[in-house]
């Protein structure tokens, strides 16, 4: 094994550097003829949705993928037959010139995993169900019990080690956060550190056979779990003297904006502490839509690199009263409906729009009715509206609050409902303020003992010039908290010459990273030209990814491979279309039982397809309606919902 240094340890527990973009170096592993980990860049791949015994059609799509940017491609091999049939798969693939390196994915058979070994460049398996069992059962292991059951995994696994071994084929142990065994959920419970030790017992196991050739991942569709577990991960293997690389996914993340908007979140949150090796988006798409997203993820870290080789002066940061291994939200006094218990507010600023007409505020959540003269309230309307030095030739609606820079609030004959936005400076030197609530702007950099002197009237507005931002921010907040300082926090990030695109990708990165790891009270994304409808619903799709503030139905849902036994695509946009109205509901649809239930462990409901034109119902984990036709299911599913209560009509 390659040396690791006692830094990954030391400073920053799972990662070099809190405060410094510094990529954690690992092991090199040899997949076909592009490496992985070491010192080399973060590769891309993506898993083919077409039948693995349609060869052309694999093929075919193979080839999309590679030219959209994928440098590994993953094939289900859910059988032997299949297994058998990647060699037609390969022997195409090279006649057409393409070397493109092709990963078997393996759940529940050996057999196929031993014969796809032979062939393929790497085998995924997953621990939960190799060779383990998964039935939903509450079973006490003794340890003998325990132990002997890990007996009986490594007798199975090893043959498959071994081929692997023999043929140069690499591994990657693949860990998902609802595929847990009953054993392990015996001992560890439905939790991060059960999904690490679930990886980790079969890398001990590959070691003892002086096996190394390996990749890991810790993949769940919650993304604080899935940052959890990933972390965990690498301060456990770093204590046992490994440094395998790391493979990354958010599962089942859906389609469209939201899906983007949480790989991102759960992603880029580990991408920015210098983790991960490889990417997959999972998204309900064609795969070749996917590479692009990673790519756009991956390659601003390439960016990030090449300027820390410039600049390495950010002090560490200890972290006493901080655990990056567990959510916990930071501690304030609530300023109004600011901080405190309160849901995390969304900022935008509305100052470059036309004052004069307040159909604008649509784009936001605000619906004006001008023959009644009222708005009306969308799930995703924002709360804070920055005007800086312009004023409205209209009256706003009554729940939106009006934020100036400071001397044009002090000009304002009508100061109902409006703030007063000052620096540091300004407040220090202000003889007039707002009775109830000001905001006060400073840098990430700017904290010192007048911070300690702002009273429980300031939230502060939190921006950051750094390179490396997000830990800049990180920074602050934690020496907030040692501090014992509760004033509440906005977190604002400003994006320019940015498409709607990296946009979405780049603030769900900065501003996820920060709220998963329970720092920020609000988010004000600042990228000027953009659609503010854009900049709206990214904002609550980043507060819905990192679970702090549930606005709209989510969707758990898995992207189609060759598994699947209906058309995910067409039957997400199906049940979005009848069902998009029940906020804070989870429904999940799965394609195969393989993704189901397990993979949609923290959904309401369930929608998974069992056969052909069979479709079985879940409530949470528990199965409701088994093999329905599919032209009915979906009105099952909505009975279901109804009889529970949790059904409201459409508006």
Not at 88 to 104: D, F, T, W
Not at 414 to 434: G, I, R
Not at 579 to 606: F, R
Request: glycine share 8%; aromatic share 8%.
């Amino acid at each position: 094994m390659e040396n690791i240094s006692e830094k990954h340890i030391l400073e920053g527990g799972y990662c070099n550097s809190l405060t410094q973009y510094s990529r954690f170096l690992t092991r090199e592993v040899n997949i076909g003829d592009i490496a992985l980990g070491g010192h080399n860049p973060i590769r891309i791949q993506s898993m083919t949705t077409t039948d693995t015994m349609d060869t052309l059609g694999t093929v075919e799509q193979t080839i999309r993928m590679v030219e959209s940017g994928c440098e590994y491609v993953r094939i289900t091999a859910p059988s032997i037959k299949e297994a058998e049939n990647l060699a037609n798969i390969k022997k195409e693939l090279r006649y057409r010139g393409y070397n493109v390196p092709l990963i078997a994915d393996i759940h529940f058979t050996p057999n196929a995993a031993e014969m796809a070994a032979r062939i393929v460049e790497k085998v995924r398996v997953n621990p939960g169900n190799y060779a383990d069992k998964k039935k939903f059962e509450n079973i006490d292991y003794t340890q003998d019990a325990y132990n002997a059951e890990l007996d009986r995994i490594y007798k199975k696994f090893i043959p498959l080690v071994k081929i692997c071994k023999e043929y140069g084929t690499a591994m990657r142990i693949g860990t998902n956060h609802g595929s847990l065994s009953d054993r392990i959920m015996s001992h560890y419970g439905d939790t991060p550190r059960g999904m690490v030790e679930s990886a980790m017992e079969f890398i001990r196991m590959c070691e003892d056979q002086q096996y190394y050739n390996l990749v890991i991942s810790m993949k769940a569709s919650n993304t604080q779990v899935m940052v959890q577990a990933y972390r965990l991960l690498v301060e456990t293997m770093t204590k046992e003297g490994m440094n395998y690389p790391l493979h990354l996914g958010v599962t089942e993340a859906g389609d469209g904006e939201d899906g983007r908007i949480k790989s991102a979140v759960g992603i880029g949150t580990l991408l920015e502490d210098g983790l991960g090796d490889t990417i997959r988006v999972s998204l309900t798409e064609d795969p070749e839509f996917e590479a692009p997203v990673a790519k756009a993820l991956a390659d601003r870290y390439t960016r990030r690199s090449l300027e820390q080789l410039e600049k390495r002066t950010a002090p560490p940061v200890q972290y006493s009263t901080y655990s990056p291994y567990e959510y916990n939200r930071r501690i304030t006094e609530p300023v109004q409906h600011i901080g405190g218990h309160h849901h995390p507010l969304v900022m935008i600023d509305v100052s470059k729009e036309n004052l004069k007409d307040p159909y604008f505020l649509t784009a936001v959540g605000y619906n004006y009715s001008a023959g009644l003269d009222k708005y009306n309230l969308a799930d995703q309307a924002c709360d804070l509206a920055y005007l800086g030095d312009n004023l409205p030739s209209f009256s706003f609606p009554g729940n939106l609050k009006q934020v100036y820079n400071y001397k044009t609030w002090l000009g304002l004959k009508d100061k109902h409902n409006a703030h007063p936005l000052f620096s540091m400076e300004e407040f220090n030197q202000a003889s007039l303020k707002d009775e109830y609530l000001n905001f006060v702007q400073l840098d990430a950099d700017g904290l010192n003992s007048s911070v300690q002197q702002l009273n429980n009237t300031v939230v502060l507005i939190l921006e950051t010039s750094a390179a490396h931002g997000m830990a800049a921010q990180r920074s602050f907040f934690i020496t907030l908290q040692d501090q014992g300082l509760q004033l509440p926090v906005i977190i604002k990030r400003s994006y320019t010459e940015v498409d709607a695109d990296n946009l979405m990708l780049y603030a769900a990165t900065d501003l996820g990273a920060l709220l998963t790891d329970g720092f920020g009270d609000g988010v004000w994304i600042d990228s000027p030209g953009q659609n503010l409808a854009l900049i709206n619903s990214t904002s609550f799709g980043i507060l819905q990814a990192t679970r702090t503030r549930i606005s709209k139905t989510e969707y758990i849902s898995c992207p189609s491979c060759g598994r699947t036994l209906f058309d995910l695509q067409e039957t997400t946009q199906l049940i979005r279309s009848r069902t998009d109205h029940l906020k804070g509901i989870k429904i999940g649809i799965m394609g195969c039982i393989v993704n189901g239930p397990g993979e949609m462990a923290d959904a309401d409901y369930g929608y998974v397809g069992t056969g052909p034109d069979k479709i079985t119902l879940y409530r949470g984990k528990e199965v409701v309606k088994k093999n329905v036709t599919t032209a009915y299911a979906l009105d099952e599913l909505i009975g279901i919902i109804k009889d529970d209560g949790n059904w409201v009509e459409k508006l």
